[in-house]
């Protein structure tokens, strides 16, 4: 029941029905007030220079674009580099030291799930996580860090940095903000991006499944388990007929959810996605394959604004 209702909501806000479309125009007077507050914090914020380059991975869109596998293409090719997000759906609270250069210091419910896949994705980079970005970036400083990379940090009006908005490949037909649409910043937004990197054009994903870090084949019997946003999206790399079971984004699995599931589905092996199988690691499931994502950005991107921004800094400007 639950997992139709998170279904029915990503529906809603993204590609709604007729009768949703009612529901999307009743709560259009609270879209209003939202894009006022919206607009009002834009105008009203005084950028912090920190010294250092900040560059932003964001979406105006709710739940997930890529921004974290685009993160870690890009941060994988510089040095002394330190990817920085809020940590959402984790244990603690407060600043806390995911990795410093590669070396894990606290466990996936401390860090949460994104953090997690980041710090195991990128050996030699040091993750942070903070709900406040500007004490996360001075505590990177006080690290040496010489390059942040802010996760999903376009909305951070304050903060001066290089922004770069993914753009889903399939727009949604619903066009407004929340509540009545699946933006958190009003679409012409994307004017304000340094860059704008378009999923299927600038870049595209690449799905290859593993079991035990080798390449696989998937037996017939799988069922895919996810709490990632908008879980749809993973079915088109998937074939037709195979089973899924989603839990709310950032979702931390009980050993109850797992022992149902198996119980329920006890000839099924289980497929998940990087970002749960930190979490799913703790239960030693037999059987565990992983959908394994990596980006791959188009040759014809042209990154020379952002390479002159991070230039400008080595030079002292």
């Known amino acids: 029941m639950k997992q139709k209702f998170y279904l029915w909501i990503e529906e809603y806000l993204f590609f709604p029905?007729?009768?949703?479309?009612?529901?999307?125009?009743?709560?259009?007077?609270?879209?209003?007030?939202?894009?006022?507050i919206i607009l009002t914090k834009r105008a009203m914020a005084k950028q912090i220079e920190f010294g250092i380059p900040i560059?932003?991975?964001?979406?105006?869109?709710?739940?997930?674009?890529?921004?974290?596998?685009?993160?870690?293409?890009?941060?994988?090719?510089?040095?002394?580099?330190?990817?920085?997000?809020?940590g959402y759906g984790r244990a603690s609270k407060g600043l806390q030291v995911v990795s410093l250069r590669g070396k894990i210091l606290v466990d996936v419910k401390t860090s949460g799930d994104e953090a997690m896949l980041l710090a195991n994705s990128l050996p030699k980079a040091t993750v942070i996580v903070s709900e406040n970005r500007v004490t996360a970036i001075l505590k990177a400083k006080e690290l040496a860090c010489k390059i942040i990379f802010l996760d999903d940090g376009f909305s951070k009006y304050h903060i001066s940095k290089f922004n770069i908005l993914l753009r889903p490949k399939d727009e949604p037909t619903n066009i407004f903000c929340l509540p009545s649409g699946g933006y958190r910043e009003p679409k012409g937004f994307y004017a304000q991006a340094d860059i704008e990197l378009l999923e299927g054009k600038d870049f595209k994903r690449v799905i290859s499944i593993k079991k035990d870090g080798k390449i696989s084949e998937l037996p017939t019997k799988t069922i895919l388990i996810t709490a990632i946003s908008k879980p749809k999206r993973l079915l088109e790399y998937?074939?037709?007929?195979?089973?899924?079971?989603?839990?709310?984004?950032?979702?931390?699995?009980?050993?109850?959810?797992?022992?149902?599931?198996?119980?329920e589905y006890k000839e099924y092996v289980i497929l998940t996605t990087g970002k749960d199988l930190v979490k799913l690691k703790e239960f030693n499931i037999k059987n565990l394959y992983l959908m394994d994502l990596e980006i791959e950005?188009?040759?014809?991107?042209?990154?020379?604004?952002?390479?002159?921004?991070?230039?400008?800094?080595?030079?002292g400007v």
Do not use: W
């Open 55 to 86: 560059i932003s991975v964001g979406n105006i869109i709710v739940g997930g674009s890529g921004k974290t596998p685009v993160t870690i293409n890009l941060a994988s090719k510089y040095e002394d580099v330190c990817i920085i997000l809020r």
């Open 17 to 36: 029905n007729n009768f949703q479309k009612i529901i999307s125009f009743l709560l259009l007077p609270l879209t209003f007030i939202y894009m006022l």
């Open 238 to 263: 998937l074939p037709k007929d195979i089973k899924m079971i989603s839990f709310p984004d950032h979702y931390s699995f009980l050993k109850e959810d797992i022992d149902k599931i198996q119980n």
């Open 297 to 315: 950005i188009s040759k014809d991107v042209d990154f020379s604004l952002m390479n002159e921004y991070i230039e400008s800094f080595n030079k």
